[in-house]
């Protein structure tokens, strides 16, 4: 009987799968709305409150571990699950309204998804906040480098003012160029085409009952990820209190961070990333800290003076930070130039092969026509390239103006070559993200940061190489996230127009939530402590970098240089090893970049993550075809209910109210 049920959910849950990735019939029969109606304030508010869930969701994860899944999908997930319910309360008070699209679906993910990106981008946990004092006394106030007049507190005004007048510039640097990418190159950009199909699927009249299983999936799992959270909350009265810190595999591993901490974020984040993502950050914790730190640790008085503080740079810090450092950069330097290569061959060789014609009869005799009208619906809202040009010339000044004003570390002509140079930059990156599914756009402003701190001189170069960091990584991530957006309103005949405005919205939503957002932790929460639980890592690591581009390797601790030569060395060769292997065999090779976390945050995360890899391996094993439509479903529940408990945490948390009791371990006597 229990076999016959299973077959029988099984053949259901296939038949919807079907339908939800063709659906041809129903694309090709529907009558496509104006733009101006598939933006609705039903989908505006939408977009604010999913915005807001997942702002607070990802600032969590970047003052924690700076390890943040694509959440996408989730969002049109959620998006759905709030219309309907919203159209479902309204008809059964009798009240009519008007049907929900994928169109308007679509929209509210576009909006939504721009405004949490501000807070998963805009530098909160990284090269903003490696401005402040916390940090540039970690860094080591005896630094060179790390002059003393290179802070500044955080606040939510300048923060506001920054993001809108770097954020915009990249909305427009290549949009005249979205029908070249989309319909020309025809460039497959998988996130935004995973995204399309699955709002597709909850478009049709199967995909509404497959929809219907995620949402019961979504809110089942929700329910049960706050409530979990509020019942840890009250045993978390104290340092290293409660369940975030139950020593799982005794009180010696405990201390060097190996312990499960029962956070349903990560569990769920594990869930989402992919097995290698997750075994990676194994690797690194059991390297770092379960062999070298422990070792180095020992050397104390050798390599490094015993009287220094642990969280001073030329100590057992310096070398955490550095390490990590180093292997970001290898492995980022490597995908760069993987990427660049990669893109001018392609472009190379479609030139030459004469795809990239735009009106050729002959193309559209071979497309079928779905396709035919996907491109048609596309091509005919039109943006016209002056505004987007007038636009970007508009944002610049505006920008070049006001950033030196903020920052006067940073020159004018150095806003004026990021702003000549970023739409070139944007097209790589783009163009890159469109063939692997890969944002380079941090790796941009990594340049960006080195070569400004150099440029800049002692007195001015930390400042000016993380603002300028700041300011690159925005116009080139930005930009690319349009074009993501741009191919999953193609695929689901969404106007541009429409996708473009939505886009936006949401972004300026985001600049004013992201900050207020970062508020609630930096208030509540003691954010930058490297012994808490808001290490904020990636700050440390932005400001040594910056530091670097000043000093020079005469900012490392001694030996380290050698260690960092070491680890840079070994994440070009496992990039090279994992592409030139057969792919057996490449796929088990470690993603250094997912390696070099834990080097500085600890291991606990990744054991958290390597649970909800484990959870989605046992789940396959015994119902594949379920577990790929619910698991997607059961990480958002898992992540989103746990990330909304910040929200009356933090509250509390600035009304002096604390837990009432402290669950801690001590050893026996």
């Known amino acids: 009987m229990n076999n016959q049920r299973n077959m029988g959910e099984r053949e259901e849950i296939i038949d919807?799968?079907?339908?939800?990735?063709?659906?041809?019939?129903?694309?090709?029969?529907?009558?496509?709305?104006?733009?101006?109606?598939?933006?609705?304030?039903?989908?505006?508010?939408?977009?604010?409150?999913?915005?807001?869930?997942?702002?607070?969701?990802?600032?969590?994860?970047?003052?924690?571990?700076?390890?943040?899944?694509?959440?996408?999908?989730?969002?049109?997930?959620?998006?759905?699950?709030?219309?309907?319910?919203?159209?479902?309360?309204?008809?059964?008070?009798?009240?009519?309204?008007?049907?929900?699209?994928?169109?308007?679906?679509?929209?509210?993910?576009?909006?939504?998804?721009?405004?949490?990106?501000?807070?998963?981008?805009?530098?909160?946990?990284?090269?903003?906040?490696?401005?402040?004092?916390?940090?540039?006394?970690?860094?080591?106030?005896?630094?060179?480098g790390n002059t003393p007049g290179s802070t500044k507190e955080p606040g939510v005004g300048w923060?506001?003012?920054?993001?809108?007048?770097?954020?915009?510039?990249?909305?427009?640097?290549?949009?005249?160029?979205?029908?070249i990418m989309i319909i020309d190159y025809k460039l497959s950009y998988p996130s935004g085409t995973a995204t399309a199909v699955l709002i597709n699927g909850f478009h049709t009249p199967k995909g509404d009952k497959m929809a219907r299983k995620q949402v019961q999936g979504f809110m089942k799992f929700f329910s049960m990820s706050f409530l979990w959270a509020f019942f840890q909350w009250f045993y978390s009265?104290?340092?290293?209190?409660?369940?975030?810190?139950?020593?799982?595999f005794g009180l010696k591993a405990w201390r060097n961070s190996f312990y499960f901490d029962y956070s349903m974020t990560y569990v769920g984040a594990g869930m989402i990333c992919s097995h290698t993502v997750n075994l990676s950050l194994l690797l690194g914790a059991v390297i770092s800290w379960g062999i070298m730190w422990p070792q180095i640790g020992g050397l104390?008085?050798?390599?490094?003076?015993?009287?220094?503080?642990?969280?001073?740079?030329?100590?057992?810090?310096?070398?955490?930070?550095?390490v990590s450092i180093a292997l970001i950069l290898g492995d980022g330097l490597y995908n760069f130039f993987k990427i660049l290569y990669f893109t001018a061959c392609n472009i190379s060789a479609?030139?030459?092969?004469?795809?990239?014609?735009?009106?050729?009869?002959?193309?559209?005799?071979?497309?079928?026509?779905?396709?035919?009208?996907?491109?048609?619906?596309?091509?005919?809202?039109?943006?016209?390239?002056?505004?987007?040009?007038?636009?970007?010339?508009?944002?610049?000044?505006?920008?070049?103006?006001?950033?030196?004003?903020?920052f006067p570390e940073l020159k004018w002509y150095f806003v004026v070559v990021a702003y000549i140079l970023a739409p070139s930059l944007s097209f790589c990156n783009a163009y890159g993200a469109g063939l692997t599914d890969m944002n380079m756009a941090y790796n941009y402003g990594k340049v960006a940061l080195f070569v400004l701190a150099a440029m800049a001189g002692k007195n001015d170069g930390v400042v000016a190489g993380l603002v300028g960091c700041g300011l690159m990584k925005s116009i080139v991530s930005i930009s690319s996230d349009l074009m993501h957006d741009f191919k999953t309103g193609h695929l689901t005949l969404t106007s541009p127009r429409s996708m473009l405005v939505s886009q936006a919205i949401g972004t300026a939503i985001g600049?004013?939530?992201?900050?207020?957002?970062?508020?609630?932790?930096?208030?509540?929460?003691?954010?930058?402590?490297?012994?808490?639980?808001?290490?904020?890592?990636?700050?440390?690591?932005?400001?040594?970098m910056a530091i670097l581009g000043v000093e020079g390797f005469s900012a490392l601790p001694q030996h380290c240089l050698q260690l960092c030569g070491g680890f840079f060395g070994f994440a070009i060769a496992a990039n090279l090893l994992r592409d030139l292997a057969p792919k057996p065999i490449g796929k088990w090779i470690p993603l250094p970049m997912a390696m070099a976390v834990?080097?500085?945050?600890?291991?606990?995360?990744?054991?958290?993550?390597?649970?909800?890899?484990l959870i989605v391996f046992v789940w396959h094993k015994l119902n594949t075809t379920r577990a790929g439509l619910m698991i997607p479903a059961v990480a958002s529940g898992l992540i989103c209910g746990d990330g909304l408990w910040i929200l009356p945490s933090s509250i509390l948390a600035l009304l002096k109210i604390r837990p009432p009791i402290c669950m801690n371990f001590q050893p026996t006597k």
């Open 16 to 144: 919807e799968k079907e339908d939800s990735e063709g659906g041809k019939d129903e694309v090709e029969s529907e009558r496509i709305a104006p733009w101006t109606t598939q933006i609705t304030i039903r989908g505006l508010i939408a977009s604010l409150v999913i915005g807001i869930i997942y702002s607070v969701v990802v600032m969590k994860l970047n003052l924690t571990t700076g390890i943040v899944p694509n959440l996408n999908v989730s969002a049109a997930l959620l998006a759905f699950v709030f219309i309907r319910g919203w159209t479902t309360i309204l008809h059964k008070a009798g009240i009519v309204t008007k049907p929900f699209t994928r169109q308007e679906n679509t929209v509210i993910q576009t909006c939504a998804v721009a405004c949490y990106s501000i807070a998963l981008g805009g530098g909160f946990g990284s090269y903003l906040l490696a401005l402040n004092k916390k940090t540039y006394e970690q860094a080591g106030v005896d630094t060179q």
């Open 159 to 179: 923060m506001t003012g920054f993001l809108f007048v770097s954020c915009f510039v990249g909305l427009l640097a290549l949009v005249p160029l979205r029908k």
């Open 237 to 248: 009265g104290g340092e290293a209190c409660g369940f975030v810190q139950f020593p799982t």
């Open 300 to 322: 104390k008085g050798d390599w490094y003076s015993a009287a220094l503080k642990p969280s001073s740079m030329k100590s057992l810090n310096g070398y955490k930070v550095f």
């Open 350 to 406: 479609a030139a030459k092969n004469g795809k990239h014609r735009t009106c050729a009869v002959s193309e559209k005799h071979d497309q079928v026509p779905d396709d035919l009208r996907r491109n048609e619906v596309f091509r005919r809202e039109t943006i016209p390239i002056w505004v987007a040009c007038l636009g970007y010339a508009a944002f610049s000044i505006v920008s070049i103006i006001a950033i030196p004003l903020m």
């Open 511 to 544: 600049c004013v939530v992201a900050p207020l957002t970062f508020f609630l932790f930096y208030e509540a929460f003691d954010v930058g402590n490297p012994d808490g639980q808001y290490k904020a890592p990636y700050a440390i690591i932005y400001r040594n």
């Open 598 to 613: 834990p080097f500085l945050v600890g291991a606990y995360f990744a054991i958290d993550m390597c649970v909800g890899s």
